[in-house]
């Protein structure tokens, strides 16, 4: 079992930014990735960033992003810690969403195994 618990979320506005936290915990040592997916108020959920660690035959660190975020949002991991950070600036209006932390344990399937409550992210204009 993997535990993973999201943060940082609030309410802000244009322009500004926010650090959103995962704490993963449990078999947490055991992850491949850890990535980040929003659903805004009447959406689906909708990939933001991962970064990827591990896959079968590497050890190294890989992070993607959504088109839409790839120059505003970083993701980073610090194992030390067991947590993994999303850095979101510049903020808008369309950000606005719960934030989801996502733990891939398994790569033979497809999408991420367990998943945190999320945090809210509110973006005023």
């Known amino acids: 079992q993997v535990q993973l618990q999201a943060s940082g979320g609030g309410l802000v506005h244009a322009g500004d930014s926010l650090r959103l936290s995962c704490a993963a915990s449990?078999?947490?040592?055991?992850?491949?990735?850890l990535g980040w997916f929003r659903q805004a108020p009447g959406k689906g959920r909708d990939f933001v960033a991962a970064?990827?660690?591990?896959?079968?035959?590497?050890?190294?660190?890989?992070?993607s992003y959504a088109d839409s975020v790839k120059d505003r949002f970083t993701i980073s991991r610090d194992s030390g810690k067991n947590t993994v950070e999303l850095q979101m600036n510049s903020l808008k209006p369309e950000d606005t969403a719960v934030y989801y932390c996502?733990?891939?344990?398994?790569?033979?399937?497809?999408?991420?195994?367990?998943w945190g409550q999320g945090t809210l992210v509110t973006v005023s204009s």
């Open positions: 996502a733990a891939d344990v398994d790569l033979q399937s497809s999408g991420y195994e367990y």
């Open positions: 449990g078999h947490a040592e055991s992850t491949y990735a």
């Open positions: 970064i990827r660690w591990r896959a079968g035959n590497w050890i190294g660190g890989r992070s």
